[in-house]
């Protein structure tokens, strides 16, 4: 079984940056070749798709968040990253990597950005 884990994240003051890392417990997982996603979970919201990037490197995001948050991976690391800038108190959430295709998904990593 595949594992997403996760790092990266912690508490910020607005205006910010943090860089969430995701890496798959298995080098026969391509993040590469995959579309992959980072969802987020604010408290008392529904889960909300932050960003994804096809297996082509089409990549996508939520209104919220364009403009200041950046979804890239690294072929030769096997690594998903967001990074995420001018960070704003409503960005706090839990953060998870997603293979939306395989229903993967990491145990998540807590963002916490303060006013």
């Known amino acids: 079984q595949v594992q997403l884990v996760e790092s990266g994240g912690g508490l910020v003051q607005a205006g910010g940056s943090l860089r969430l890392s995701c890496a798959a417990s298995?080098?026969?997982?391509?993040?590469?070749?995959?579309?992959m996603a980072w969802y987020r979970q604010a408290p008392g919201k529904q889960r909300e798709l932050a960003a994804a990037?096809?297996?082509?490197?089409?990549?996508n995001y939520a209104d919220s968040v364009k403009g200041r948050f950046i979804i890239s991976r690294d072929n030769t690391k096997n690594t998903l990253y967001l990074q995420m800038s001018s960070l704003k108190p409503e960005d706090t959430a839990v953060y998870y990597c997603?293979?939306?295709?395989?229903?993967?998904w990491g145990q998540g990593t807590q963002v916490t950005v303060s006013s």
């Open positions: 298995r080098s026969t997982f391509s993040i590469t070749i995959a579309t």
């Open positions: 997603v293979a939306p295709e395989y229903g993967i």
């Open positions: 990037i096809s297996s082509g490197g089409t990549t």
